[in-house]
């Protein structure tokens, strides 16, 4: 893990309001690993966004730099995607877990709900590089939030797409979509990013058909390293930290009840209410 000065190198705007930038870190792209992510202090100095943002590594320059992808949520993304080329952001890096795999392994499935891709392309890329065969699956509400069909295409052996509003690919989630076909894919192994509702299904049927399955979880986090527990998850095996023990976990472990993922109120940790109401 490193505290670094990262200079901005590039950045571009892949849709109205989700933005791609690339940060140069020879230090986190050397030790960086699909899944893990990095914790980015936005805005100016003199701003109120005490709480740093977390953002999977979405993929790397081997040694040199790394790229984010997000999406405009709050005031915190909203100073980041106004950030130029040459200037410098405070990053902490790399962070969390990463995705597991055997080199054996013959039939992998990377299925992402909108910015869910944002952890996955760098998996995909480095299972392109292991000569490891994934199919890969797509969800957006329409082909326009389809973020990096493209770059899966070229990838993977096959890549399907479903939109809610049928514009493009499955008439349909990207839950429908595998339902429809995990009969004919039998992979052995699913590794998922996206909302938490379709986690849930997507966990639900990889257990239904003893397929096993890695989850990325999205949440907020206010230190990223274990200190505030404001990540806190619920799991089968008792509670563990989003920024710590995840962001990736094995789906069976996940306590996927009534109340799922359940943050602990950052609150109780001396926090602002303001400055958790920044902190997207």
Not at 114 to 131: N, Q
Not at 144 to 157: N, P, Q, S, V
Not at 258 to 266: A, F, T
Request: overall charge neutral; charged content about 25%; proline content about 4%.
């Amino acid at each position: 893990m490193f505290q670094v000065k990262a200079d901005v190198i590039a950045k571009e705007e892949i849709i109205p309001g989700v933005f791609n930038i690339t940060l140069i870190s020879p230090e986190i792209s050397k030790q960086a690993k699909p899944g893990q992510f990095v914790h980015v202090l936005c805005g100016e100095p003199n701003d109120s966004f005490i709480l740093r943002r977390p953002f999977s590594i979405h993929r790397v320059v081997p040694g040199r730099a790394f790229e984010i992808l997000f999406q405009v949520k709050g005031r915190g993304t909203e100073a980041l995607s106004k950030v130029k080329i040459h200037d410098s952001l405070d990053v902490i890096g790399p962070l969390g877990s990463s995705f597991k795999y055997s080199e054996g392994i013959k039939s992998a499935l990377l299925l992402a709900g909108g910015l869910g891709v944002a952890p996955l392309l760098f998996l995909a890329e480095e299972l392109t590089e292991k000569h490891i065969l994934f199919h890969a699956m797509l969800g957006a509400q329409n082909k326009a939030g389809l973020l990096r069909y493209i770059d899966f295409k070229r990838l993977a052996k096959k890549t399907y797409a479903a939109t809610e509003d049928g514009s493009f690919g499955h008439d349909g989630t990207v839950v429908s979509l595998l339902n429809r076909t995990i009969h004919q894919l039998r992979p052995q192994i699913i590794y998922a990013c996206g909302p938490e509702r379709m986690l849930q299904k997507v966990s639900e049927t990889a257990d239904e058909f003893g397929v096993d399955c890695q989850v990325s979880i999205e949440t907020k986090m206010a230190c990223g390293i274990g200190v505030c527990l404001g990540c806190t998850c619920i799991t089968k095996t008792g509670y563990k930290l989003a920024c710590k023990d995840g962001p990736v976990f094995d789906a069976r472990d996940i306590y996927w009840g009534k109340s799922n993922i359940e943050p602990v109120s950052l609150e109780q940790y001396g926090y602002e209410t303001e400055e958790i109401a920044n902190s997207d």
